[in-house]
């Protein structure tokens, strides 16, 4: 076959191969998700683990993927466990949530990050650690959140005042947290939606 056909055949199959990604367990992977180099767009990478689908934080751990919004270009991840009889957070080893800067994804500002088990040092504006917070509500009605109790707890709503790619967590800090995308004040905790909304720059 003639060399230049040859690379042009090459060429056009990795451009159709460009296409979605197959789904994973029973969630669509819309493109530019990529859970393999043969499809999606491999910048933006997310893992199909045990039928599940799975984000990769800098710090090497794995959120599961709950949602997927591909015309609003924005994905939600579940918040990490607060381990059994403590107040810390399952990622707290790592410091909590970081994105990779130099990746196409960011924290929205649909979050409501509720803290818990703050230290009185971490004070500071925007934080609301007042009695009818966010974070008292969940405390108390929350039972992976018992151990929380009795200890300051504050929310923040997650703008651009603060990191995009960071919810940060760490002993003598706050160690423990949980996010709920879109809350609003009278919201009943029954119809909170947990979870950290990414947002992704869509593909030139
Ligand atoms: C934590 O508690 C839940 C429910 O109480 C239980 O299902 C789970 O296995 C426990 N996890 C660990 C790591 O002990
Ligand atoms: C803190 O949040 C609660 C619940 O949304 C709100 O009622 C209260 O006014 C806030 N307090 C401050 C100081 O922002
Ligand atoms: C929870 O965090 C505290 C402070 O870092 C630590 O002393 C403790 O060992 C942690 N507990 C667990 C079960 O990881
Ligand atoms: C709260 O955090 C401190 C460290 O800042 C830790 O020693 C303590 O065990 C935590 N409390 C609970 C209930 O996990
Ligand atoms: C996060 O990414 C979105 C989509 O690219 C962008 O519009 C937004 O400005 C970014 N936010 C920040 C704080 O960088």
Redesign the pocket.
């Given at each position: 076959m003639d060399l230049v056909i040859f690379l042009l055949l090459i060429s056009v199959a990795q451009v159709s191969s460009l296409g979605a990604c197959p789904k994973c367990g029973s969630m669509e992977v819309p493109y530019p998700l990529s859970t393999d180099d043969s499809c999606g767009d491999p910048r933006y990478k997310v893992y199909c683990k045990n039928g599940g689908l799975e984000f990769l934080s800098a710090e090497g751990i794995y959120y599961e993927v709950l949602s997927i919004d591909p015309s609003a270009?924005k994905l939600v991840i579940s918040p990490p466990m607060i381990q059994n009889n403590t107040c810390n957070s399952s990622d707290l080893s790592v410091g909590g949530l970081s994105l990779d800067e130099n990746l196409?994804?960011?924290i929205?500002?649909h979050n409501t990050v509720i803290l818990l088990n703050c230290s009185s040092t971490i004070l500071l504006s925007p934080l609301n650690c007042s009695s009818n917070s966010f974070c008292r509500v969940y405390e108390d009605n929350v039972v992976e959140a018992r151990e929380c109790r009795n200890t300051l707890c504050c929310h923040y709503l997650k703008d651009?005042a603060m990191t995009?790619h960071r919810i940060r967590i760490r002993a003598g800090g706050c160690t423990a947290y949980t996010s709920v995308v879109n809350i609003k004040p009278g919201d009943p905790v029954s119809s909170w939606n947990y979870g950290i909304e990414l947002?992704?720059?869509?593909p030139s």
């Open positions: 270009a196409p994804f960011n929205s500002t651009s995009s947002q992704w720059v869509r």
